[in-house]
């Protein structure tokens, strides 16, 4: 148990679906963050929340739509996604001014497009 | 803008030191860090390192020279379990999240 829990650990959509990506964390942190991990490729920053309030969108295209209902709680809304969208989603936490603590990430949602 | 650059794959064996470098660039700078990812598994936290010089966590190292932009993980003892990606990761100039290298296969053989 790493402290940030991610549901589903898989999950297989169509391209006409709408699913959703969920992020909580036990750890007290007060922001939370939603990275996208492709292959071969670094994990890309999509959304930072602080406190509640989302304060980055790293130029994320609307059909991902995140949602922070409370400091513990993230999520992610999926619809209309392309194939391209295939890769692994993973969420982490982190309190702010303790950045000698990094980050704490979750195991991650292995999402396919199909 | 923000990058950092870091070899692709080493390759060293059991019992072996490896150092794995990054050089980074960007307008604002609040620190290094380095992060260990399993095949399969989520990046877990190594060290940070916010001052130039070495700091030392067991098998561990890692190294910060901010006037050269540039900083390094080193790996004592080399273990099978070692053998992981590896990213080095800073803030994004005058924002606090962070943005990752596109990491360093490390592959330990016996």
């Known amino acids: 148990e790493t402290g940030v829990t991610q549901t589903p650990r898989h999950l297989v959509m169509g391209m006409t679906n709408k699913k959703s990506l969920k992020c909580e964390q036990h750890?007290?942190?007060?922001?939370m963050y939603w990275y996208k991990q492709s292959a071969k490729k670094p994990l890309e920053l999509m959304f930072v929340?602080?406190?509640?309030?989302?304060?980055e969108n790293n130029s994320v295209p609307s059909r991902f739509s995140p949602e922070c209902p409370n400091s513990s709680h993230l999520f992610l809304h999926l619809h209309t996604l392309q194939p391209e969208d295939s890769a692994l989603y993973l969420c982490?936490?982190?309190?702010?001014?303790?950045?000698?603590?990094?980050?704490?990430f979750g195991s991650g949602t292995r999402l396919t497009v199909v | 803008g923000q990058s950092l650059e870091q070899p692709s794959e080493v390759t060293a064996v059991e019992g072996a030191i490896v150092q794995i470098n990054c050089t980074y660039q960007?307008?604002?700078?609040?620190?290094l860090s380095w992060y260990q990812q399993h095949d399969g598994g989520a990046p877990t936290f190594l060290s940070y390192?916010?001052?130039?010089g070495l700091e030392e966590t067991g098998r561990f190292s890692s190294f910060l020279s901010r006037s050269d932009s540039y900083g390094y993980l080193l790996l004592q003892e080399l273990q099978m379990k070692d053998s992981a990606s590896y990213f080095c990761?800073?803030?994004?100039?005058?924002?606090?999240?962070?943005?990752f290298g596109s990491g360093t296969r490390l592959q330990v053989q016996p």
């Open positions: 982490a936490s982190s309190q702010e001014g303790r950045e000698s603590y990094g980050y704490t």
């Open positions: 929340y602080n406190f509640k309030e989302q304060t």
């Open positions: 750890l007290g942190h007060n922001a």
């Open positions: 960007t307008s604002g700078f609040y620190g």
């Open positions: 390192n916010a001052l130039d």
């Open positions: 990761a800073a803030p994004r100039g005058g924002r606090r999240a962070l943005t």
